[in-house]
């Protein structure tokens, strides 16, 4: 018998960028509401990537489904516990951000300098 914990999945059509995070018991499950997205409703269930993100797990609440990258809270675990970032960098604004400290792509940055 399968679990009804909710896990963490992220979902996209790759796996390196435009994915989402979800919190769903199955990855069946988490397929399915990542095509009622905004993002996803025009893919295909059989084309979406779905893996396993435990490292955010701690950050379900009961009845959110979807982690939000432009809710500030949502952004800071995103990035410090499961290696997101803005797709697109720019310095100026990358250097006044509050989690900069946490982003893999600024602190690349940083250290070629």
Not at 58 to 81: C, H, Q, S, T, W
Request: charge should be neutral; proline fraction near 3%; hydrophobic fraction near 30%.
């Amino acid at each position: 018998m399968k679990s009804n914990k909710m896990k963490a999945w992220l979902i996209g059509r790759d796996y390196h960028e435009g994915c989402i995070a979800v919190f769903a018991p199955t990855r069946e499950k988490a397929r399915q509401i990542a095509l009622l997205t905004e993002d996803f409703s025009d893919e295909r269930y059989i084309d979406l990537r779905c893996y396993r993100e435990p490292r955010i797990d701690k950050y379900y609440k009961r009845g959110k489904e979807i982690m939000d990258f432009n809710d500030p809270a949502d952004k800071l675990a995103l990035v410090k516990d499961a290696e997101f970032y803005c797709l697109d960098y720019n310095e100026q604004t990358c250097a006044k951000c509050d989690i900069k400290k946490y982003c893999s792509i600024w602190n690349r940055k940083e250290e070629e300098e």
